[in-house]
């Protein structure tokens, strides 16, 4: 039994190694380019930093092709099996077919201890490793954040456009200063020069640039335009050392083990915060900011639990594949074996499927959002039941 358990198990572990290898080459090259193209057209990267970016992104991407590389492994792995008798040899010998897929079983658990790992503790390292990597780009030459032809967007609140550069003389800049931080947030302010003298200050970390020929438009906020020319304008800073600060705390930045903390912390500031707000003498502006704050402090308190749960969710989804893979698999015998392939497409289409469509429902109640982030795991483990019962009594 132990060399049957072997065989079975190293079948499905080398099917999962070749499934993972072609799934990430064939399906994650192309998020792979989207990610890096900041670092390629925007900040002129050299290679081994594109090499590095790609070796952190990997761990992401490993989230999703290792259940999916798991579970059409099993279902080749099984419909061979099925396919050439050696199935129901075993079954002859005495073994029931929840003994023969006990191996399988196995694995899947470990792959699922492997995802849980990757999801709540290299994904985020290797996220926070990512921005690093621009900022070390930006650092080595500072000047690629004006480079031509290209909007820049690494400025918080601004956008940036040159038309020709040479060596450090710009032409054609303009720039838009925005309401927000967010890119699609309304400029409130425009400016334009026919030429830029660059100059970079390493050490504080800025650009200063010397405007000739400058318009500049700004709005009020009554809504009246103004507008100003300048043959020459003061230096215009740039501060690039702004690319290494954190914007915004983010659930999908945090490991498992920051995230409870996070949410104490968090919850302490909100009854700072209440206790502040019931002060009758509160002014009505700093009331509607501490409002606006306790709101935003709920949000990102229900994103992170929300976030452990996925995390937990997905890294069960390997043992769960195991669990319908292996009779599926068994009943896909007297058809062609490859037809696994577009039966782990289903099942693994229509459960991460699932969960990018619960991460849109952020409306929902936090025990709503729980539950359906666990539906599919417990529908795969109902539904691997019911066919493990009926594939065992055919």
Request: charged share 20%; proline share 5%.
């Amino acid at each position: 039994m132990r060399l049957a358990d072997r065989y079975i198990g190293w079948q499905v572990l080398f099917g999962t190694l070749f499934g993972v290898t072609l799934l990430t080459l064939v399906l994650v090259l192309g998020q792979l380019f989207k990610e890096i193209r900041p670092l390629l057209v925007e900040q002129r990267a050299p290679l081994g930093l594109l090499v590095r970016f790609v070796i952190y992104v990997l761990p992401f991407s490993l989230m999703f092709t290792l259940p999916w590389g798991f579970l059409a492994a099993t279902l080749l792995s099984f419909g061979r099996l099925s396919s050439h008798n050696e199935l129901i040899g075993l079954r002859m010998a005495g073994l029931s077919l929840p003994r023969v897929a006990a191996p399988v079983l196995v694995v899947g658990l470990g792959f699922s201890g492997v995802c849980y790992w990757l999801n709540g503790t290299v994904s985020p390292l290797a996220k926070a490793a990512t921005r690093n990597l621009v900022y070390e780009a930006i650092k080595n030459d500072p000047r690629s954040l004006l480079d031509p032809g290209v909007v820049q967007l690494r400025f918080p609140g601004q956008k940036v456009f040159i038309e020709k550069r040479e060596n450090d003389n710009l032409a054609g800049f303009h720039l838009y200063q925005l309401s927000s931080d967010d890119r699609d947030a309304v400029p409130v302010a425009y400016v334009h020069a026919g030429t830029v003298d660059l100059r970079v200050d390493t050490d504080l970390k800025q650009l200063k640039l010397k405007l000739t020929d400058a318009y500049i438009e700004t709005t009020r906020e009554n809504g009246e335009v103004e507008l100003a020319f300048a043959g020459e304008a003061e230096p215009w800073l740039f501060d690039f050392s702004s690319a290494q600060r954190r914007k915004k705390l983010k659930a999908s930045d945090l490991t498992n083990a920051a995230i409870p903390g996070t949410i104490a912390e968090l919850a302490a500031a909100h009854d700072e915060k209440t206790a502040l707000l019931a002060d009758p003498e509160l002014g009505p502006r700093k009331r509607t900011g501490l409002e606006g704050e306790l709101r935003r402090n709920v949000a990102i308190r229900k994103s992170m639990q929300v976030e452990l749960h996925k995390r937990r969710s997905l890294a069960l989804a390997c043992f769960a594949f195991a669990c319908i893979g292996v009779p599926l698999g068994v009943t896909a015998r007297r058809r062609e074996t490859s037809n696994g392939l577009l039966i782990s497409l289903a099942v693994a289409g229509g459960y991460f499927g699932s969960m990018v469509f619960v991460d849109q429902l952020s409306g929902l109640s936090l025990p709503l959002v729980v539950g359906l982030l666990w539906f599919p795991n417990l529908a795969c483990l109902a539904l691997g039941a019911w066919l493990f019962h009926r594939a065992s009594h055919r």
